[in-house]
Each structure stands twice: as structure tokens, then as C-alpha cells.
């Protein structure tokens, strides 16, 4: 069944001269209506539907501006070309300020007119329709090569594939091809475990070798060359940023700044008080521990990030850079007030300014105790579009901003990234082991499936502190958090659906890191 053809209405006082573009677009489809002055028009607006209007600016009587205004009280969302012989800059931006949709100048043609309808009218599924062919052609390739024989670059570049597939399609509405790329997923983590459990222990080993860039080269090979460089810059750490969530925020500060953004993979366990602090040190966790044993010790892990601003200071003066370093830690409300208040002093000078914004890991662990959030951010495009909207109204928007006024540059990443988890993972430990969902630290510790998680029976192949003998390390894979025998159904229904991390998947631990440049 045909469906209807789309209704335009073409207001211009010189309409007997319009025919020719009448029948060139009746004939694409489309039912034009012609119109000679702003007050007729307005009156067919209030009784009938259109799906486009074609304004003329200059009439007698009513201008098109002043038609366009009234017209927006009772059909805000009607989509208006303004067509004007007026080449005034003037006029355009008049236009352009009242936020018509497109603007024309005569003498048009009946192609250019058409292009500009075919846009406004039929982009959005036309473009839907290519990226769904697109994602079809690219699926089936991805099917028949599965994730074999990646190599760390391999899958840097195949995990943002994935997350751009995953942001596309969902921005598109294609859910059905999204939930066919999310069945891609059980086999990448799956692979990507593996070669984790292989090539994560032989990277440390032969910190010389072939390897990608990890937490601890963050500030050595992204922050310091700009320091040196420009001898100031803005470092701005997003805790618990996922890949995805970056492309969702990108788009918000491309007004701002050109945009350059690599990868690099987090330290394992993909947690806080591991990744955080190896990022801030440029040292592995088991080295902290050992050079600054009174900021590392058996506490409670929340404890640990104590002193990112100290060891900071100690990376930057084992890089031979004296300069300053001003840090600043927003996990609150208040925090963000108060940086807004100091916003023009927090970059002044030379020097490093160091920012760290806890609000996506507030709400990845929010979600497990409020109904609200969980509602909110029931999935990944949901935990995307409210990650969006704070970004839109955050302190962080504002530092961005002002930072983009002053010409300095500023350097974003985060300390790891989190998982929608569905599964349980039981597993075996004694009394000693660790309470966390994604990693644990214990003696005889093992999983009821072996495939769930990763275990590691040497601390030195993670380079992670000695908690004592015959203490070993599992790590999740795939989806699963971890649950106890006894405890399996109060774990199931506090934490299944939760956003979680300290695991082994590419979306934990494959982590964007990009340089901002202020537009000029």
C-alpha cells in the first residue's frame, strides 16, 4: 500500500510563476499547495496538517518573518524554508536567528528546491537505510571472521567499531540490527578474555616489547609533550567512562575544539583504586605499594585514591617537569558549585590543572540501590543519554568552555570503563577473599565455570601488591558478577542488570584518551 504523499504548502505572491516547480515536485511525490500572502497561509496552517513550508520573506502585507513567528505558537514543530531575493546578510541572519530550518535565495531551481525538501523531509530515513546497509554488509563480515588472531591494535579498532555500530544504531532507532550487534558481544568477550589472560602478563613482562599504551604511560605520552610544549595544561579524568559514552559527549565539545582520540588499555583489575592511581603514578599497582607504602596499604579500597594530586607530583618530577600541579576531585553537588565559583583561577598560570569527575561512577553504582536510576539508566543508550544530559548542565561543560576561551589545551580520558552485567558467576573462596562484584583477591579462589572468570596465581604477572602467600587474583569475563553458593539469589536480585567493572571485557579496559585544541 502506497503511502501518503507529503503535504507542502509554498507561500510567495508571485505563485503564477511557481507552476513549473509545482509539477516538477508533484510529479517526485509530493502534494504542493500554493499560497499567495502570509494571512491565507496562516489560515490553511490552522485547519489542515502540512509537513513543510516554503516561506517567501518579502510579500505584501505580512512578512514572512513576522508569518514565521505567529506560526510558531500553534505548529512549533513544522519544518520552514525560508526563499527570499533579499541577499542581505541582514535578512540570512534574521532567518537564521529565528531558527528556520533552511534558507533559499532566488532565483532557485527546481532541484534546489527539491534537494532541500528531500533532506528535511526524507534524510532521516534515508540515512537510516544506509546505515542499516552499512551494518548489514559489515555484520556479516564480522560473523565470518569472528574475533580470531586480533592483535591489541586489532582490537582497539574492532571494540570502536562496535561501540559506533552500537551508538548509530540506537541513535537510529534500528533496534532490531541492535540487538543483532549486541549478539556479536558473548563471543568478543569470550576472545577477548583470552587473549588477555595470554597477552596482558607478557606486556608487563617486556614493558620494551610490543605493546599498547596502558594507564601508567597516560600522563608520560599524552600530558607531559603538551606541558612541555605549551607549558600548561587542562587534565581532565572521567571516572568510569566507557568508549561509547565518549562518541554519545564527543559531538557536545566539537564546537569547542579539534579533536584528536586514541586508546589505550587500562591496568587490570579495570577498578579505581588499581587503574586511578596507576594513571596519576605512571607506576603499576604492586610498585606503589612498594615506593610509597604509607599511601598504599591493606585498608579499605575507597582509601586508596588519597593521594592522585602526591603521586602526580612524583611522576611529573621523575619526567624531569617542575611545574605545578593544581587538582581538584568533584564527586559532589557542592563540588561542582564550588569549582564554578573559582572557575577563573582553576587554570591560572603554568602548569598542570587536574580534574577528577566521579558522576558516571556514581551513577553506574547508583543504579544498584535506587529503582529511579536503574529506571533511567536501564541500558547502554539509556546510561548514554543521561551521561549527555549531565555533561550538557555539568561543571565539566563549563571548565571545557572557559578552557577553550583561554587557548589551552586539554587532555580527556578516564581511569576504566563499566559493564551491563546479567550473569552470575558462582564462585569458591575462603573467608579471606574480597567482596568485590568484578575481582577478588582470596586464597583457593576459583570459578564454578571456569570460562566466567580469569585467575591469576602470581601477583607479579599483574605487577599488583603481595597481600600474602598463596593469594591469587580472578578477574570476571564476559557479563558475570561474582556470587557465593550461599548468597545466590540476594546477589541475583541486588546486582543483575548492573553497571559494573574491575573485569576483563573491552569495554572495561580498551579506554579513549583525546587531545582537545582550543578552535581559534
Not at 505572491?13 to 516538477?24: K, Q
Not at 539509556?382 to 555539568?394: D, E, I
Not at 586464597?443 to 601477583?459: M, V
Request: aromatic share 10%; glycine share 6%.
Amino acid at each position: 500500500m502506497a503511502l501518503p504523499a507529503k503535504q507542502i504548502l509554498w507561500v510567495d505572491d508571485e505563485a503564477e510563476l511557481l507552476e513549473p516547480h509545482r509539477l516538477f515536485l508533484t510529479d517526485k511525490g509530493y502534494a504542493v499547495e500554493m499560497a499567495t500572502n502570509a494571512d491565507d497561509a496562516l489560515d490553511l496552517l490552522r485547519h489542515r496538517p502540512f509537513d513543510l513550508l516554503l516561506l517567501d520573506e518579502q510579500m505584501p502585507g505580512t512578512r514572512g518573518l513576522d508569518a514565521y513567528r505567529e506560526l510558531r505558537e500553534f505548529a512549533p514543530s513544522l519544518p520552514v524554508v525560508m526563499i527570499t531575493k533579499s541577499e542581505e546578510d541582514a535578512t540570512m541572519k534574521e532567518a537564521i536567528g529565528a531558527n528556520v530550518r533552511d534558507y533559499l535565495v532566488k532565483p532557485v531551481t527546481p532541484r534546489q528546491v527539491l534537494a532541500v525538501i528531500t533532506r528535511i523531509l526524507e534524510g532521516p530515513m534515508i540515512r537510516s537505510q544506509a546505515l542499516a546497509r552499512g551494518f548489514v554488509e559489515r555484520f556479516r563480515a564480522i560473523e565470518t571472521e569472528r574475533h580470531q588472531g586480533l592483535d591489541w591494535r586489532g582490537w582497539i579498532d574492532r571494540w570502536v567499531e562496535l561501540a559506533q555500530w552500537d551508538v548509530d544504531l540506537a541513535a537510529a532507532g534500528e533496534m532490531g540490527l541492535h540487538e543483532s550487534l549486541r549478539g556479536l558481544y558473548p563471543d568478543m568477550h569470550r576472545a577477548f578474555a583470552e587473549f588477555m589472560r595470554v597477552e596482558y602478563p607478557r606486556w608487563l613482562r617486556d614493558l620494551e616489547g610490543d605493546r599498547p599504551p596502558l594507564s601508567v604511560d597516560v600522563v608520560e605520552e599524552f600530558v607531559a609533550p603538551v606541558l612541555r610544549s605549551d607549558r600548561k595544561v587542562v587534565f581532565i579524568v572521567i571516572d568510569c567512562l566507557r568508549q561509547d559514552q565518549w562518541k554519545a559527549i564527543e559531538p557536545l565539545f566539537a564546537p569547542l575544539f579539534d579533536i584528536e582520540t586514541t586508546h589505550y588499555y587500562g591496568v587490570l583489575p579495570t577498578a579505581t583504586p588499581y587503574a586511578r592511581n596507576a594513571l596519576f603514578s605512571g607506576l603499576f599497582p604492586g610498585e606503589i605499594a612498594a615506593r610509597f607504602p604509607d599511601w598504599w596499604g591493606e585498608r579499605d579500597d575507597e582509601t586508596l585514591n588519597a593521594h592522585e594530586k602526591d603521586l602526580l607530583l612524583a611522576q611529573l618530577d621523575e619526567l624531569g617537569l617542575k611545574f605545578p600541579v593544581r587538582y581538584s576531585k568533584i564527586t559532589s553537588a557542592s563540588d561542582a558549585d564550588d569549582l564554578l565559583r573559582h572557575l577563573p583561577g582553576s587554570m591560572a598560570g603554568e602548569g598542570i590543572s587536574a580534574f577528577v569527575f566521579n558522576f558516571v561512577d556514581l551513577l553506574t553504582h547508583g543504579r544498584s540501590e535506587s529503582m529511579i536510576l536503574y529506571e533511567v539508566a536501564r541500558d547502554e543508550p539509556a546510561l548514554r543519554a543521561l551521561t549527555t544530559q549531565w555533561v550538557k548542565r555539568s561543571a565539566l561543560f563549563a571548565l571545557m568552555q572557559d578552557a577553550a576561551r583561554r587557548g589551552i589545551k586539554v587532555v580527556v580520558t578516564t581511569d576504566h570503563g563499566s559493564l551491563h552485567c546479567n550473569t552470575p558467576a558462582t564462585v569458591f573462596a575462603k573467608r579471606d577473599a574480597t567482596n568485590n562484584l568484578r575481582y577478588k583477591f582470596g586464597e583457593d579462589l576459583r570459578a564454578e565455570r571456569p570460562e566466567q572468570a580469569l585467575l591469576f596465581t602470581n601477583p607479579d604477572d599483574l605487577r599488583l601488591p603481595h597481600r600474602g602467600p598463596n593469594m591469587n587474583t580472578l578477574l570476571a569475563a564476559g557479563d558475570g558478577f561474582f556470587v557465593y553458593p550461599t548468597k545466590l539469589r540476594e546477589y541475583q536480585q541486588r546486582y543483575r542488570g548492573s553497571f559494573l567493572h574491575g573485569g576483563v571485557t573491552p569495554e572495561e579496559c580498551i579506554l579513549p584518551v583525546s587531545l582537545l585544541t582550543p578552535r581559534r
